[in-house]
């Protein structure tokens, strides 16, 4: 494909998360929908025809042969989505896959090896990495501007009912909180740090058997990060990192951050942090502050575009993989996961 034409991307799936995307790829002026797959035929040319002219397939053998697609976005359900970033590679096809890349870590590595032996470009689709504000954030973070970090807590909670039917719950599609929501601050928090040296931590079983709140304590050398997350309520989402000369909130929700909060003093970020944002906590917000400073990063549409502007671009260059969402920090995330659910679930 030449570098100076639209780059060609393939959907799989017809879904909410694939409605986003193809939303944002409107965003990227180099970037348009090439062809849509779905099990349903009908499914696939109604999705097509909100984005313009991509062609529609129900057949995946087909789909994967078009040569107009440049990349597959992986767009279903979780359950399926190793195998069909498999089929895909098989086919010469890159790959960008929706979170979580896999159910277990060893299918991460299956999919790195193909990719490798195929020579094609392969990463899960953990879109809040490459947020402005979490790009942001990191910088300045590495440029020491709160210090050595020590501490990350975080948690990520909505409230789903467990109704029967529902995916959230469903042990057959890939469900519980840490697969659909868990994935996220532990992925950041390894953007940060790194793996960790040791990791603890809990669940509580939904009736389906999948958890319905997850806690992850990752401990470092000089930092620890403890994690949460859950269906159980609705939690305030945000993100702190704690340095030795000051913090930052990633304001909420965090997997989707704007607003960066920056204190001059970890103490005074850890206080930030624990008053949550209750109608006082947003009161408090809103009134100036000493050692205090509001940095806002705002982007139009959903925030999905800066994954694929990222794959894009080094797709087009040649590359087998992307330096900020590493195949292997995504297996690490499994991993953990993995080693918290062999343990036993908790009683609520």
Not at 52 to 57: D, F, W
Not at 221 to 238: H, K, M, Q
Request: some cysteine.
């Amino acid at each position: 494909m030449a570098q100076d034409e639209p780059f060609g991307w393939g959907i799989i799936g017809t879904g909410t998360i694939a409605g986003l995307f193809a939303a944002d790829l409107g965003l990227l002026p180099r970037a348009r929908i090439a062809a849509v797959h779905s099990r349903s035929l009908e499914k696939a040319r109604g999705f097509a025809g909100r984005f313009g002219q991509a062609k529609a397939y129900d057949d995946e053998a087909a789909f994967l042969s078009d040569p107009a697609i440049e990349a597959v976005y992986v767009a279903t359900p979780n359950h399926l989505h190793a195998a069909q970033a498999l089929r895909a590679i098989a086919a010469g096809k890159p790959v960008l896959i929706e979170k979580p890349i896999a159910l277990a870590s060893a299918d991460v590595e299956a999919i790195a090896r193909a990719a490798a032996e195929r020579g094609v470009f392969a990463m899960e689709a953990l879109w809040s990495r490459f947020l402005p504000a979490v790009r942001r954030a990191r910088e300045q973070i590495a440029a020491g501007r709160i210090g050595k970090v020590r501490r990350i807590r975080a948690d990520l909670s909505y409230l789903h009912p467990e109704e029967p039917g529902s995916r959230f719950f469903d042990p057959a599609l890939g469900g519980g909180a840490a697969f659909d929501l868990g994935v996220y601050p532990l992925s950041l928090t390894l953007h940060l740090l790194g793996e960790p040296q040791a990791v603890s931590g809990s669940w509580i079983a939904a009736d389906t058997g999948v958890d319905r709140r997850s806690s992850f304590r990752l401990d470092y050398p000089t930092a620890v990060a403890e994690l949460s997350c859950g269906f159980d309520c609705n939690g305030a989402n945000r993100l702190l990192v704690e340095g030795a000369r000051g913090g930052v909130i990633l304001e909420a929700p965090f997997l989707k951050a704007q607003r960066l909060s920056w204190y001059a003093d970890a103490g005074r970020a850890a206080a930030a942090y624990e008053r949550g944002t209750g109608s006082m906590a947003r009161l408090l917000d809103r009134l100036p502050q000493s050692g205090r400073g509001n940095e806002n990063v705002a982007f139009p549409g959903n925030g999905l575009q800066f994954q694929a502007e990222a794959a894009m671009a080094a797709i087009r260059a040649g590359k087998r993989a992307c330096e900020e969402m590493s195949l292997g920090e995504s297996a690490a995330v499994l991993r953990i996961i993995d080693m918290i659910r062999a343990q036993p679930a908790m009683t609520p």
